[in-house]
């Protein structure tokens, strides 16, 4: 991600004193008197003239082999990681560029970005959210939630960077692509100036395993840090569970750390509980415990002040979700437009990490009824005439699960899914997610996902392996046209499941993408259909 930065623009002998570095005179006929620094970056191929390229030893590539391409594409400034302390602050010239040694480097990059930004993360209310799953959705809610209180909010995370304020509260002004959940050290420190720049004053953070593990976060001052859940994933990083568990808690670690909000129905926040530090805020989260009471007792064995969110007797409609909360900031009956339980776990983190850094109980409560959920993710297109249809990002057997499993609760009808699976992929989830969706829903569509090289019929022949009946089986392989056809033929208490494309806009099909926004039509059906 190429970027010119005229948000923080600083003459190279003002970014060298941030080093307490000074090029000394024997590098003068360089001529970098008036040369500006304007971005930093770890990645030779986004460098330009006004870069500062970081040359350190990442997870997989060690970034000082490609000084030499970094000044060829016009570095006039590299840092060059040192592992022998003598060599720190000397500096060579190449070509035009200075190259200097710099002791320890991966542990001082992120400092470097918040001072070459100047500390733009002090200046901003911020949220820091970690977990296997709801991350995203946890983040955007608190920017909806906040630019609602008319605190404009921005968000860094897999949907990219995007800022909600009081105008654009329920979709957001995207502001920047991103390429990792959590992006490199230096990224996260512009695009926290890029929200800052756009009028934010709160920016929420997805973190993930490899991002703490990889120390992204440093230099970043977190306030207020939310653990979602932990299951099962990124085994082939970390190798097992409690070292991929033990990656999240290092949120704890922040040092500007004040307040923390955990799931407490998860049984990893035992153990968040058990490493928190004395100073902390903490609030538990549950929506299974009937008082606080009994949510306490859970956490006696690691005595602290708590603060509690309670949601309690559920109701499920095809639209949403109603509920009462009881808190330490009060009680309330809610009424969420969002699908599933898992949502009423994510919208008590959001508001709780809210709470936490002040906002009014009252304003909160009143904004829930207006959320809107994440493009994509478990998003409801409503219909009088005939069915809601939910366009989900499921392409895994879990999350098939645990989409259907949700799509459920809300269904007063029928349930139908549309699906698929990807080609040139691990071919083994397919007859799992047969077998899923035979059990949760009344009727199966199998259709065209992704099938990149493959045969969309023998993806298709490889879900059915895992069904024993095929009488509420239907095969259709265009996918509009499945779509188009369930909707028809449903009723309108019934609800339709579109899983594994949600917010993409493509189909990979005989290896060549052609434009297909699944969200787009689905939204157009039921529009032109609204009965």
Not at 202 to 209: D, F, G, L, N
Not at 419 to 444: H, L, P, V, Y
Not at 498 to 521: F, I, M, P, T
Request: proline residues 2%.
């Amino acid at each position: 991600m190429t970027f010119n930065n005229p948000l923080t623009t600083r003459p190279i002998a003002e970014v060298l004193a941030i080093f307490d570095i000074a090029a000394d005179d024997q590098h003068n006929d360089l001529k970098l008197a008036d040369l500006h620094i304007s971005n930093i970056v770890l990645d030779s191929r986004e460098v330009n003239e006004h870069s500062l390229f970081i040359a350190q030893a990442g997870t997989q590539e060690d970034g000082r082999k490609y000084i030499r391409d970094a000044v060829e594409r016009g570095a006039k400034l590299v840092l060059a990681n040192t592992d022998k302390t003598e060599m720190h602050g000397e500096i060579d010239a190449m070509g035009e560029a200075l190259i200097i040694h710099f002791f320890e480097l991966p542990r001082q990059s992120g400092f470097i970005c918040s001072a070459f930004h100047r500390h733009v993360s002090s200046k901003l209310q911020t949220i820091a959210v970690t977990g296997t799953n709801g991350k995203t959705s946890v983040t955007h809610l608190c920017a909806q939630l906040s630019a609602a209180c008319e605190e404009a909010a921005g968000t860094i995370g897999t949907m990219g960077v995007s800022l909600y304020t009081k105008e654009s509260q329920h979709t957001g002004r995207k502001l920047a692509e991103t390429i990792n959940t959590t992006p490199d050290v230096a990224s996260l420190h512009h695009f926290t100036h890029l929200v800052k720049h756009h009028g934010g004053q709160r920016i929420c953070i997805e973190a993930s395993s490899h991002g703490l593990d990889q120390n992204r976060l440093s230099g970043f001052k977190v306030d207020t840090a939310v653990f979602t859940n932990l299951t099962q994933d990124h085994l082939d990083y970390h190798e097992t569970l409690e070292a991929y568990a033990k990656a999240k808690r290092k949120l704890l670690k922040q040092e500007s750390l004040r307040c923390v909000v955990l799931n407490a129905d998860d049984n990893e926040s035992q153990q968040w509980a058990a490493e928190l530090p004395e100073h902390l805020s903490v609030c538990l989260c549950s929506i299974k415990a009937s008082d606080k009471a009994s949510l306490f007792a859970e956490f006696s064995s690691h005595p602290h002040h708590y603060k509690y969110c309670i949601a309690k007797t559920l109701r499920f409609t095809p639209n949403g979700c109603a509920f009462e909360i009881e808190s330490s900031w009060g009680e309330a009956s809610i009424s969420l437009p969002l699908i599933g339980m898992f949502n009423i776990a994510n919208l008590l983190s959001a508001l709780t990490a809210l709470l936490m850094q002040g906002l009014n109980f009252e304003q909160l409560v009143s904004a829930i009824a207006h959320l809107r959920g994440i493009p994509g993710r478990m998003e409801v297109f409503e219909s009088r005439k005939h069915a809601n249809i939910i366009v989900d990002y499921a392409h895994t057997p879990d999350a098939l699960q645990q989409a259907l499993m949700a799509a459920r609760q809300h269904a007063l009808g029928n349930l139908t899914v549309i699906f698929g699976c990807g080609g040139d992929r691990d071919n083994s989830k397919r007859e799992q997610m047969g077998r899923i969706a035979e059990k949760w829903a009344d009727e199966i569509v199998l259709t065209q996902d992704n099938s990149r090289s493959e045969s969309p019929e023998n993806i298709v022949a490889d879900i059915m392996q895992g069904m024993q009946g095929k009488s509420n089986l239907k095969i259709e392989l265009d996918r509009k046209t499945a779509i188009r056809e369930a909707f028809l033929n449903s009723q309108n208490d019934a609800l339709v499941l579109v899983a594994g494309k949600g917010h993409e806009e493509y189909l990979e099909l005989n290896s060549v993408r052609e434009y297909y926004n699944e969200r787009e039509y689905v939204n157009q059906l039921t529009l032109e259909l609204k009965g």
